[in-house]
């Protein structure tokens, strides 16, 4: 199977990219970009070309699918470049595709095709996609699918066209000005109190754009979670201020700021939040279910933001939330969180995250270790696997406002760092039952630091981007520079 991605060099297609590849039935990729591809594999074939020529016909002959990601997202003055780029590009990828003989065709479109309305109801396809004149990006999404149905009446058998209308997407690939907007120190919504998102984390996304690219869909698919995520609540988890604003005064405020360059968008964006979807038919069809909820999506893209998640309830406690929000230092280490548990543990100011590694043997003892100050569990997780193959249980813990902890970034006090070793040395004694006493040992911050210095920033998020801890508690503990010093210090500890 052959299959070409427009827009590969987009957010969209730098998720979606990864997962054909990884295909094993899918022998070959043409991505089409008008910039140069940054990623480089044996099936994937690079082709810089604008989805408005006509030439890309012969970039697609071969193809049993094409993945249409091409689209102006981010805002340009130029309004004519847009729609032109948007509706006549469209049509050119769903024309030339037909007579390059492609079976089938799967469009990025958005839930912005039904337009700006706040509705008290998840909708479902069955409702129109109305657009917006006044707001670009959502009545091009809609004129494109009005043309894809058209074309479907016109040509109906000879291929399919799906129309895949994803919520708001999030994850490591995707970054944006909403998404600034949504997680800054403040935000205004008009109607704030009956705004709300859907969010949806790019693996889920990347995964429903894969199955379509495989079976013969037609017409469209709402793509979200069945939750959703209030604007003032999302507010609430960040401690972010929020204020509810006229929308009409709003628009015109924001076309002037965008005209003077003040800010990157313009009215055009100015909305009470996004429609609520039903994803049934998506499922029914495909099976595609998504693996995480709104929620939880929420919360990892305020911790990728570098923002705190400040109420316990909110922080990630279920292994794929976690390993979603910890993938860039995932990436950087080398490592995943295979054969770990994540386990929150609740302290007297919030929640504390700690990775634990259990030993195949019983009787070694365990070991608790506090992640340096500046960086989090994930860093240490190579070192917790080679301590734990020698026989000791581990838990690593990231510190009050560090990794998945909840907290302001970088900050804790005495207090708050004496609490969460206590929490995390009870933790494990009550896990590990019938073993030594439980060790809190150091890790060495300083030789961490170094080693992974070239790979923090700016790739992962979770970081902060300053330091205000109270690490006298840290020094005093005992050090192990290497997992062989851990072993040994638990060794010496039980034979005493």
Known sequence: MKVAVTGATSDFGTAILPVLLADLDIDSVVGLSRRTLQIEHPKLEAVQMDIRDPQIEDAMRGCAAV??????????????????????????????????????????SSINAYGPEVRPEPVTEDVYPEGDPDRYYFHDKAEVEHYAEWWLRRHAGEMAISMLRPTYIIGPSFSNDGIDQLTGPVAAFPRADEAAYQFLHESDMADAFHRAAKQDLDGPFNLGPKDWVGVRELAAMQG???????????????????????????????????????????????????????????????????????RKDDALERHIACE??????????????????????????????????????????AIVIPAPPGLHARY?????????????????????????????????????????????????????????????????????????????????????????????????????????????????????
């Open 67 to 108: 993945i249409h990601l091409a689209f102006v997202v981010e805002e340009i003055k130029d309004k004519t470049e847009t729609h032109d780029i948007n509706l006549r590009g469209s049509r050119n990828v769903i024309d030339s595709a037909h007579r390059a003989g492609v079976r089938r065709v799967v469009i990025a």
């Open 324 to 365: 979603a929000a910890l993938a860039p230092a995932s990436a950087a280490v080398g490592v995943d969180g295979h054969g770990l548990e994540h386990v929150q543990l609740p302290t007297a100011t919030g929640s504390v995250h700690a990775e634990v590694h259990v030993a195949q043997s019983v009787g070694g003892g």
């Open 380 to 496: 240490l997780t190579p070192i917790a696997a080679e301590i734990c193959a020698m026989g000791i249980d581990v838990v690593v813990v990231d510190l009050p406002g560090h990794g998945l902890s909840t907290g302001k970034r970088g900050h804790a006090n005495g207090q708050a760092v004496a609490d969460a070793l206590e929490v995390a040395a009870a933790y494990a004694r009550s896990r590990f039952h019938g073993e030594p006493d439980t060790l809190t040992v150091g890790a060495g911050a300083e030789r961490l630091s170094h080693r992974f210095e070239r790979h923090l920033k700016p790739a992962d998020g979770l970081l902060p981007r300053k330091v205000r801890c109270d690490s006298a508690i840290l020094g005093r503990l005992p050090h192990a520079r290497t997992p062989r010093e851990a072993v040994a210090i638990a060794q010496t500890a039980i034979a005493t």
């Open 240 to 310: 972010q201020r929020l204020f509810d604003v006229p929308e009409r005064p709003a628009i015109v405020a924001a076309n002037i700021a965008f005209r003077l360059g003040l800010t990157p968008f313009s009215g055009h964006w100015v909305t009470a939040g996004e429609t609520i979807v039903d994803s049934a038919r998506l499922t029914a069809a495909t099976g595609w279910r998504p693996s995480m909820s709104a929620h939880e999506c929420a919360a990892i893209m305020i911790l990728l933001q570098g923002k705190p998640l400040l």
